[in-house]
């Protein structure tokens, strides 16, 4: 059962990965109208949010798109920072999102901000505490309690992974607002900004359930060995 529901979500990855592909080729040759950059898109939100103390930067890469709520920085790919589609204005309306969302204090991305140092160190660990609790507990009680620290540790992973989703919907519904409220875009502009804003949105989805399913595997496993 579990290697099904990984075969289906594996597939699913696949797909929404390639359609979001598909979808930012398509939007980055819909021009904007206004002739206006990434770049210079992020800095209009940020500043009609009265936001003074974030830059907009350029940063190496394709899809590699993030604020850094500790440098307070709107990191945009270069092709986002320079181009003027409608992909372009769609990421970096959503990148400043997530700066609109830490200057206003909103709470999931408090929360998520919260857990990333602790998730990093646990990402890298826990499923190397799994199988060695789940090894020693064919010659030692402790092993059991090992696992389940291990099971803990990925837990945290699984539950930063479903914290991020209400960030990343919000930054988008806050992004694909401000464009429409401040008519960034013509019509065909924002459907085209949407459809790829949701498609982007669908990797994290896919992504949590992913971690969901490989947290009840492990947490199975740990269960069934303890009863061995």
């Not at 519904?173 to 019509?187: D, H, P, S």
């Amino acid at each position: 059962m579990y290697l099904l529901i990984i075969i289906a979500i594996s597939i699913a990855s696949m797909v929404v990965s390639s359609q979001l592909k598909r979808k930012f080729k398509k939007y980055s040759q819909v021009q904007l109208q206004n002739g206006l950059s990434g770049r210079e898109i992020a800095e209009k939100m940020l500043a009609d949010h009265g936001i003074r103390g974030v830059q907009v930067i350029s940063t190496p890469g394709q899809l590699t798109d993030h604020y850094n709520p500790k440098t307070k920085t709107v990191n945009l790919s270069e092709a986002v920072y320079s181009q003027r589609n409608a992909a372009a204005a769609a990421v970096a309306a959503h990148e400043c999102g997530h700066a609109v969302q830490h200057a206003q204090g909103y709470e999931w991305l408090q929360m998520r901000s919260t857990l990333v140092p602790i998730v990093s160190v646990a990402s890298n660990f826990s499923v190397w505490v799994i199988m060695g609790g789940v090894i020693l507990m064919q010659t030692m009680r402790q092993g059991q309690m090992i696992a389940v620290a291990g099971v803990f540790l990925f837990g945290l992973g699984t539950l930063f992974s479903f914290i991020t989703l209400p960030v990343e919907y919000d930054a988008s519904k806050r992004a694909l607002a401000w464009l429409k409220r401040k008519q960034m875009v013509t019509q065909r502009e924002y459907v085209g900004a949407e459809d790829a804003l949701k498609w982007a949105a669908r990797t994290y989805v896919v992504a949590a359930l992913g971690s969901l399913a490989t947290l009840l595997y492990f947490a199975f496993r740990v269960a069934g060995s303890s009863r061995d």
